[in-house]
């Protein structure tokens, strides 16, 4: 018996990595739809303020929040495909000790 196939959760930790990283740097393509049109309706209010020579820091406000949102989710994401590939380690490694635990000897 081999080592339990993680490829695919690997992969999709390595995504997910990366989209945490990109939320961190303030890049857009790893938000969803909803967080997306958060910032860009903060983005608007925030330029609107600014042609009236008002502060923006609502607008700011509501940006970080969306990011700290997304940054929590992503985390969460990392979290639960850690635990998952975990969970599968541990299980063959619990069949392979059985297996070997049964032989004729």
């Known amino acids: 018996m081999g080592k339990p196939d993680t490829r695919r959760l690997d992969r999709e930790i390595r995504l997910t990595n990366r989209k945490l990283e990109a939320v961190r740097n303030g890049e857009?393509?790893?938000?969803?739809?909803?967080?997306?049109?958060?910032?860009?309706?903060?983005?608007?209010?925030?330029?609107?303020?600014?042609?009236?020579?008002?502060?923006t820091d609502r607008a700011e406000q509501q940006m970080d929040a969306v990011s700290t949102a997304a940054e929590t989710r992503l985390i969460a994401e990392v979290t639960a495909l850690q635990m998952e590939r975990a969970r599968i380690v541990t299980e063959a490694a619990k069949e392979k000790a059985a297996k070997k635990s049964s032989g004729w000897w």
């Open 28 to 55: 857009m393509w790893p938000l969803t739809s909803q967080e997306r049109r958060q910032v860009l309706r903060g983005l608007v209010g925030g330029s609107y303020r600014v042609m009236r020579g008002r502060s």
